[in-house]
């Protein structure tokens, strides 16, 4: 179980891994082995998780998820195949973790009375500014 939250967990078998070939560090490594790894999990069919929360990280995540309700992680940083799945799953309970964070409902808040009147104040001074600038006034 991979544990995304306190209370919240996910099985490990409700995890992809497809491995490819990196263009990363790794010299012949990169020609030769399939290191970078792709972790994909699907919210929609997911076992572990409820309703409202599944909604709640396809709500949030819904550049990151598709069509098919797979969220994907791609991984090519480390060198060895295995790295990089610890690294695509870190990655994705960090962004799981990141969607199910309950946001404070944000205070409307009231403009203060005394903001307004220095705003007034500052557009009268500009006016009385402006209105001596002129060209037209009667020549003396």
């Given at each position: 179980?991979?544990?995304?939250?306190?209370?919240?967990?996910?099985?490990e078998d409700e995890l992809v891994f497809k491995a490819s070939r990196s263009s990363g560090p790794g010299g012949q490594n990169v020609n030769k082995?399939?290191?970078?790894?792709?972790?994909?999990?699907?919210?929609?069919?997911?076992?572990?998780?409820?309703?409202?929360?599944?909604?709640?990280?396809?709500?949030?995540?819904?550049?990151?998820?598709?069509?098919?309700?797979?969220?994907?992680?791609?991984?090519?940083?480390?060198?060895?195949?295995?790295?990089?799945?610890?690294?695509?799953?870190?990655?994705?309970?960090?962004?799981?973790?990141?969607?199910?964070?309950?946001?404070?409902?944000?205070?409307?808040?009231?403009?203060?009375?005394?903001?307004?009147?220095?705003?007034?104040?500052?557009?009268?001074?500009?006016?009385?500014?402006?209105?001596?600038?002129?060209?037209?006034?009667?020549?003396?």
């Open positions: 179980m991979i544990e995304i939250k306190p209370g919240i967990e996910i099985d082995l399939s290191t970078r790894v792709t972790a994909l999990f699907d919210i929609v069919n997911s076992r572990s998780l409820s309703g409202e929360q599944k909604e709640l990280i396809i709500k949030r995540l819904a550049k990151r998820v598709g069509k098919d309700g797979l969220v994907k992680v791609v991984s090519q940083r480390h060198r060895s195949q295995k790295a990089n799945r610890q690294a695509a799953t870190e990655r994705l309970v960090e962004l799981l973790a990141a969607a199910m964070e309950v946001r404070p409902k944000r205070k409307k808040t009231k403009k203060p009375r005394a903001a307004n009147q220095r705003r007034l104040e500052e557009k009268k001074r500009r006016s009385i500014l402006k209105q001596h600038r002129r060209k037209d006034l009667p020549a003396e």
